[in-house]
C-alpha cells in the first residue's frame, strides 16, 4: 500500500521568499511521485513529476522537487514566491505494485498563502 | 477546447435522488480516471477505465455508485440515492497511456455535488 503525507495544512511565505513545501511517501516498491497545483474552482494541474530519471525534478513557474529515496521525501521549492502562487498544492504517488491501475494517492494537501 | 470537460459543473440534489456527472476526456486518450475530493482533503481514487474496460472499481465507496464508459471516450458516474455523505467535488482525469504508473493524468475542472 502506498501514502504521502505533507506535513502543515498551512503554508504562510512573504512575497519574494523561499517556498518550501514537505511530501512524505510511502510505497513497497519504486515510486513515481507528482506534484499538482489547484486554483479555486478549477482542476489540478501537473507542476512536476519524478520517473526515477534524474532526482531533480524541474517544473512549470519556477518549482522544482528533490527525490530522496532515504529521507521517502520529495518536498516542493520555489527560490522565490510570487502572488500568483496563492493555491492548494498536493503531493501525489503512484508505483507499479497496482497491477497496472495507475490511480494516484494523494495527500491532503497544503495551501499556500503569499503574504505582500 | 482541448482539455477534460465535466458537467455539470455544480450539482443539488435532495438525499435520496440519483444523479449522473459526465466526463468527456481528451480525444485519444486511453485511461480514464475518477476521483472524489472531499472538503478540505485530497482526491481519492474511485474507479479507472482503460478504453471501455472497467479495469479497477476498488475505490467506490459502496454499491450505489456506478461508472461507465461504453465506447472507449465519454464516461458517467451515477449516485443511486444520494446521501449526504455524498457531497464532494468529482475530479474525472485521463491519459494518453493504457496503466503505465507515471503517465501525466489531466484532470477536468470537476463537479461540485451537494446533497441537501
Known amino acids: 500500500a502506498q501514502s504521502v503525507t505533507q506535513l502543515g495544512s498551512h503554508v504562510s511565505v512573504s512575497e519574494g521568499a523561499l517556498v518550501l513545501l514537505r511530501c512524505n511517501y510511502s510505497?513497497?516498491?519504486?515510486?513515481?511521485l507528482f506534484w499538482y497545483v489547484q486554483y479555486p474552482n478549477q482542476g489540478l494541474q501537473l507542476l512536476l513529476k519524478?520517473?526515477?530519471?534524474?532526482?531533480l525534478v524541474k517544473g512549470i513557474n519556477g518549482f522544482e522537487a528533490e527525490f530522496k529515496k532515504s529521507e521517502t521525501s520529495f518536498h516542493l521549492t520555489k527560490p522565490s514566491a510570487h502572488m500568483s502562487d496563492a493555491a492548494e498544492y498536493f503531493c501525489?504517488?503512484?508505483?507499479?505494485?497496482?497491477?497496472?491501475?495507475?490511480?494516484?494517492?494523494f495527500g491532503k494537501g497544503t495551501h499556500l498563502i503569499i503574504q505582500p | 477546447g482541448a482539455g477534460v470537460s465535466q458537467s455539470p459543473r455544480y450539482k443539488v440534489a435532495k438525499r435520496g435522488q440519483d444523479v449522473a456527472l459526465r466526463c468527456d476526456p481528451i480525444?485519444?486518450?486511453?485511461?480514464l480516471f475518477w476521483y472524489q475530493q472531499a472538503l478540505g482533503q485530497g482526491p481519492e481514487f474511485l474507479t479507472y477505465?482503460?478504453?471501455?474496460?472497467?479495469?479497477?472499481k476498488s475505490g467506490l465507496p459502496s454499491d450505489r455508485f456506478f461508472a461507465e464508459r461504453p465506447e472507449g471516450s465519454v464516461s458517467t458516474l451515477k449516485i443511486q440515492r444520494t446521501q449526504q455523505e455524498d457531497s464532494a467535488v468529482y475530479l474525472c482525469a485521463s491519459s494518453l497511456g493504457s496503466g503505465l504508473a507515471g503517465t501525466e493524468q489531466y484532470f477536468g475542472p470537476g463537479t461540485r455535488l451537494t446533497v441537501t
Open positions: 501525489a504517488v503512484s508505483d507499479e505494485g497496482g497491477g497496472g491501475a495507475d490511480g494516484l494517492t
Open positions: 519524478y520517473t526515477s530519471a534524474a532526482t
Open positions: 477505465f482503460q478504453n471501455e474496460a472497467q479495469l479497477d
Open positions: 480525444s485519444g486518450h486511453v485511461s
Open positions: 510505497s513497497s516498491v519504486p515510486p513515481y
